[in-house]
């Protein structure tokens, strides 16, 4: 099978699985069709659930050059024009290779999440169909089904095979099908010796099985050191009891809560929509300034989580899609860079209830009478 053929193959297998979930599918066709433009070549599949939508693009071949990047990044980009304000919005790359380190740039520049597994074609579209499952909180066992048909049909043939075979055993001895696929029989009574069953090895005892979990587990302290560090140092700062609540609750505090199964989704977004209502202030509802500070920190940090997301969920769909049962008890990682602006900054900072700050009619940040600087873009939020 060629690359071309081999790729409508992973196309159709992912379709097909696709539909079998309580979701939105679109094949390429149907979104030009869907929304009413011939033109929109680069994003093979559109999944739609409540607010969320994912695009994707699919690539079976051996590299994958920028100008394929692009037209899947302009393609997407016009698409999601079409979405309502507040969607949640995810842009997925599966292949069989990892693109070339200049596409790959773009692609993480762009948030985008990629799925590789070079086994089969088929292992593949069972990766896609997992990341997808797991992202929307689906079970993805009905859409297992799809992958199962073709396999269900080669084992009946096999074992019918096997009892055509056995037939000739009333004469003893050594019994055998035209296909090969017969059993030995006992002595002259034709009654078939089925042999031993093979013990089987679970992907994670294999040595190939503990490179990937300790490649992975590398991936997850250093995550832990660096985001969770930066969030304690956060969380230190303001020494307020409900912001720490939010926190703790929506992310690992500990690394080893990453991959013991008590966990099942980090979505840190979620946590960032937590927080703002407890510690981002109005006319209406004030709150001190440090609480405004841990938020805006919080902000910054979204930025650093969603650039190591693509590497987290592609490293734990490829374990998954080889049987890591290891892999299974890691959470699904969501997180789109949520950075805060100034100006967003400076709309909020006005109604904190202590004096630290002051907003004039301009909109310009002003020192008080107690001379304090600009915390957040000095001290807070750059460094």
């Known amino acids: 099978m060629d690359p071309r053929e081999a790729g409508f193959v992973l196309e159709r297998l992912i379709g097909t699985a696709a539909k079998l979930l309580p979701i939105k599918h679109l094949s390429e066709p149907e979104i030009k069709t869907e ?15 409540m607010n969320a939508h994912i695009l994707i693009q699919t690539k079976w071949r051996e590299s994958i050059g920028q100008s394929e990047v692009a037209q899947f990044l302009a393609c997407a980009d016009r698409i999601q024009s079409r979405f309502a304000e507040g969607d949640e919005v995810y842009l997925v790359w599966v292949s069989k290779h990892e693109p070339t380190k200049n596409s790959m740039a ?31 909180g689906l079970d993805p066992m009905p859409a297992m089904g799809a992958f199962t048909v073709s396999r269900v049909g080669r084992a009946v043939t096999q074992k019918s095979a096997c009892v055509v075979g056995s037939s000739g055993g009333a ?19 034709g ?60 992310f690992p505090q500990r690394v080893e809560d990453w991959s013991n199964g008590t966990t099942n989704k980090v979505n840190f977004n979620s946590v960032l929509r937590s927080l703002r209502t407890i510690c981002v202030p109005t006319k209406t509802k004030r709150f001190q300034s440090q609480h405004l500070f841990l ?32 892999a299974k008890k890691t959470p699904v990682l969501l997180c789109v860079p949520e950075p805060m602006t100034q100006e967003e900054f400076k709309a909020c900072v006005g ?18 009478p107690s001379g304090i600087e600009n915390q957040f873009f000095m001290n807070y939020y750059v460094n």
């Open 106 to 136: 773009t692609l993480v520049a762009r948030n985008v999440h990629t799925v590789c597994c070079s086994v089969s074609v088929e292992a593949l579209a069972r990766c896609a169909i997992l990341w997808i499952a797991e992202t929307l």
């Open 35 to 49: 929304l009413g433009d011939s033109s929109l070549n680069g994003v093979d599949h559109w999944i739609s659930y």
């Open 351 to 368: 109604n904190c209830s202590d004096a630290w700050f002051n907003v004039n009619r301009a909109g310009v940040i002003e020192k008080v």
């Open 171 to 189: 004469s003893g001895g050594a019994v055998g099908s035209a296909g090969g696929g017969g059993y030995a029989s006992a002595g002259g009574s």
């Open 295 to 326: 938020y805006c920190k919080m902000r910054y940090i979204s930025t650093e989580l969603a650039s190591r997301v693509p590497a987290y969920m592609a490293k734990r769909t490829q374990m998954i899609g080889e049987g890591s049962a290891w």
């Open 191 to 250: 009654a078939p010796v089925r042999p031993p069953t093979p013990t089987k090895v679970l992907r994670d005892e294999t040595e190939a099985g503990q490179r990937d979990i300790h490649d992975f587990q590398q991936l997850i302290n250093d995550l832990h050191r660096s985001i969770g560090m930066r969030m304690q140092n956060a969380l230190s700062c303001c020494g307020f009891r409900e912001p720490m609540t939010v926190v703790h609750a929506g």
